[in-house]
């Protein structure tokens, strides 16, 4: 701007010296260059200042133009002007002055639109007529005014708020996370606390004080996770709180939520997000550091609704759905647009704490608001992130149910709070108050099939698959060819052990391409599947899961994962960097052995039973020491000087993705082909009483076998399978230990498997 102003003050200052210059001449000849120049500039001889002739105006007057014709090229070409940013400072003006000036201007207010503005200025000055008066709307008159005939034309005006939440109609719960079996979740301090509800309790009834999943006793847990549904965290998950990939740990289950067995729950989680506290310190990996991996990373969490992208048969009917706006503004919020644009721009830009003070002074002079009451949801969910607060996060979730239970609330909007409202419960591990509202939304949405999908996915995750099941079964006779509910009722019934039946339904599903249905977990579950019943396909789709990003390799399908460690096999002691460890087992293996044989002695039965339906036959039994890093003192006072032993290697005793234990496995036991659930842990085998013949494991493509004394070590997120055709039981020690590349930040912060 600074050469322009010189540029034009120079053009100026040359005008001027020409007429000085004639003053100074002006006794001299008229033929001088001096007189000359001052007649051509229009000046006198007598030395008086003339004005510019029409020639020389219209030339000063064109080289201004071009100036700002080019100046306005370069304006927007280099983008020297953050136009948005200025419309913005402008609208925010206008609404500030608006405010100043409501009381003292509304005198004047002569077109009946409740302010002074220029169209009022117009009608006063007499350019232009008076139009009839329209009523303003005052607070206390919200309700009287939802009921009146007039409508505000749709589309009329800029419609900001719809189009920006318009992409969170799309945000599915079947981004929901599911939570691995045995994952370290404690009940809040305090007891159950629940969620805050609301003193208008009529509209969801349930609490979510029963939300959580009860820890389970370390005796119960079971070598793989294979058969269960887990939760994450949602994720939501998304609508629009732009904050979504954080990862969290379990804040608050209940431990009145039932213990779920292997066979009742579902798959490993392969949405990475993991329930975590708000008020827990979280580690973020560094950037040198692996991080933990999802084999669903390609999904973002601004994904629109399930039911707008599921694939329909009628090409028109598509179509529509596509089109569909959603409608957020009932008629009386449609008058207070303007008010409730400003306050979500500020939400936008991330003044998120300015923001909320807005939308609740919008609820002071509107409390009958939906769209105001939601924003101040939306504006606590993003505090509750940015401040990693879960008390903040519970006064969303009631903020949410209360935009639900407003009166005259639009029907997309009363579902968009709903979902978000299941999606944050379960973020917090409240999945009896999630189920609660995914059956209200179900009942007010009936024909909402993605809904539906999402009922049943609430009732997976707290272990009741026979009404999961029903709930498909219902969604497939409506919809035969949902993907989605076909490939969840295929794993319910390879739950079952309906193996053969389930392989149709997974391999359909996966096939169909719709959203939530290119996980590893079905790809897991097909191949698992499809081993079972002899196919030799499974592998095709083993490769179609790594291509596409959910295994590390055909071999290697563990699904909770972190990036960038060594994958192999099988190891030695010394590429572990563990040899004291293994060296101090393998001098006290007799010692280990007689405990272990001491407590198989005993007629409490203290093995357990694999229950994963890991085995296509036999029996095969264990008796856990530790388990996530936790220590089992009941079952060390059958076996204490191995716990003795043991709890100097804080590797394994800390590995809170492992376990240590014995294993007996007896004649005729044939173990299925399997995956661990991460490549976080290494896993080492001490043989106690191992037969001559009969007994070998196999790891990818290589098969071993077990001496007495000696210790294996395998990585378990490889597949695996064991054989056991000897005349006599074979007894092992199992100890997992912590990936040996694993940092010890990565160590102390991973979540627990």
């Known amino acids: 701007m600074a050469p322009r102003k010189n540029a034009k003050g120079g053009g100026g200052g ?46 000063w007057f064109m080289v201004i133009a071009l100036l700002g014709v080019w100046t306005s090229v370069a304006v927007v070409w280099f983008e020297l002007v953050d136009y948005e940013e200025v419309l913005a400072k402008a609208k925010d003006f206008r609404y500030n002055l608006s405010e100043v000036l409501q009381g003292k201007l509304g005198v004047y207010d002569a077109d009946g639109d409740g302010d002074f503005d220029v169209d009022d200025a117009k009608v006063l000055l007499g350019l232009k007529e008076r139009s009839a008066s329209k009523p303003t709307v005052r607070p206390e008159e919200a309700e009287t005014f ?8 749709e589309g009329t005006g800029p419609q900001h708020i719809e189009d920006e939440i318009q992409e969170e109609m799309h945000s599915p719960l079947h981004e929901t996370v599911y939570t691995e079996h045995g994952e370290d979740l404690q009940p809040e301090e305090g007891g159950p606390a629940g969620e805050l509800q609301p003193e208008d309790d009529h509209f969801l009834v349930g609490s979510d004080t029963d939300g959580g999943i009860e820890s389970l006793e370390t005796g119960t847990f079971q070598e793989e996770t294979e058969d269960s549904y887990h939760v994450e965290e949602t994720a939501s998950q998304a609508s629009d709180q732009d904050v979504e990939e954080m990862v969290y740990e379990q804040e608050n289950p209940d431990s009145t939520e039932p213990v779920i067995d292997d066979d009742e729950r579902m798959y490993h989680d392969a949405d990475d997000v993991t329930y975590q506290d708000y008020d827990q310190q979280v580690y973020e990996p560094s950037e040198g550091e692996g991080v933990e991996s999802s084999d669903n990373a390609v999904e973002d969490s601004h994904i629109i609704l399930e039911e707008t992208n599921r694939k329909t048969d009628d090409p028109e009917q598509k179509e529509k759905v596509k089109k569909k706006k959603p409608k957020l503004l009932n008629k009386f919020d449609k008058t207070i647009k303007a008010e409730l644009d400003a306050a979500e721009k500020l939400r936008k830009r991330g003044k998120i704490e300015e923001a909320v003070t807005a939308f609740e002074e919008l609820i002071r002079k509107y409390p009958q608001s939906p769209r105001a009451r939601y924003g101040k949801a939306q504006c ?26 407003l009166p005259d609330v639009p029907a997309d909007l009363v579902k968009l709070s709903l979902k978000r409202r299941s999606e944050r419960q379960q973020f917090l591990g409240h999945m009896r108050g999630s189920l609660v509202t995914l059956q209200k939304l179900v009942e007010l949405f009936p024909d909402d099939t993605s809904l539906k999908n999402d009922l049943g996915v609430g009732y997976l995750l707290i272990g009741e698959n026979d009404n999961a099941k029903k709930v498909y079964e219902k969604v497939l006779n409506v919809t035969p060819n949902d993907g989605f509910a076909k ?26 391409g719709d959203p939530g249905t290119d996980d590893g977990r079905f790809y897991f579950h097909l191949g698992d599947a499809m081993q079972r019943v002899g196919d030799k396909e499974a592998y095709k789709w083993y490769e179609l899961g790594h291509k596409r990003g959910h295994f590390a390799s055909v071999w290697q399908r563990s699904l909770y994962n972190v990036n960038g460690l060594r994958a192999q096999p099988w190891w030695t002691p010394k590429e572990t960097g563990y040899t004291e460890l293994v060296k101090s087992l393998e001098r006290n293996w007799k010692l280990i052995r007689d405990e272990g044989l001491a407590v198989m002695d005993k007629a409490n039965g203290l093995f357990l039973p694999e229950d994963e339906n890991l085995r296509e036959k036999g029996d095969w039994s264990q008796f856990t020491l530790w388990q996530q890093g936790r220590k089992n003192e009941n079952a060390c006072k059958g076996a204490p000087k191995t716990c003795s032993l043991l709890e100097k290697f804080p590797e394994t005793t800390g590995c809170r993705r492992g376990q240590i234990k014995y294993s007996v496995m007896h004649p005729g036991t044939h173990v299925w082909p399997h995956t661990g659930p991460t490549n976080c842990r290494l896993r080492m085998h001490l043989g106690l009483v191992i037969p001559k013949e009969g007994c070998r494991i196999r790891c990818a493509n290589e098969t071993k076998t077990w001496e007495e004394g000696k210790v294996l070590i395998f990585d378990d997120s490889f597949e695996h399978e064991v054989w056991q055709d000897a005349a006599s039981f074979r007894l092992i020690f199992i100890v997992d230990v912590w990936h040996p590349e694993l940092t010890p930040q990565q160590r102390r912060s991973l979540p627990a498997i």
């Not at 001299?28 to 030395?47: C, E, I």
């Not at 939802?146 to 034309?153: F, T």
């Not at 940015?386 to 519970?394: A, D, M």
């Not at 979730?397 to 239970?405: H, K, L």
């Open 487 to 512: 490939v969840h009722y295929g794993f319910i019934l390879k739950a079952q052990n309906k193996i053969a039946e389930s392989i149709p339904y997974l391999k359909e599903g996966i096939e169909s």
């Open 380 to 405: 606590e969910d993003d505090l509750a992130e940015k401040r990693r607060s879960n008390e903040v996060l519970r006064k969303a979730i009631e903020t949410y149910q209360e935009v639900a239970s």
């Open 146 to 153: 939802r009921g009146r005939e007039e409508q505000v034309p």
């Open 14 to 59: 040359n005008s001027s010296s020409s007429s000085s210059g004639s003053g100074s001449s002006s006794g001299g000849s008229s033929s001088s260059p001096g007189a000359r120049r001052d007649t051509k500039h229009g000046g006198h001889k007598n030395g008086k200042k003339g004005v510019l002739s029409g020639s020389s105006f219209f030339t």
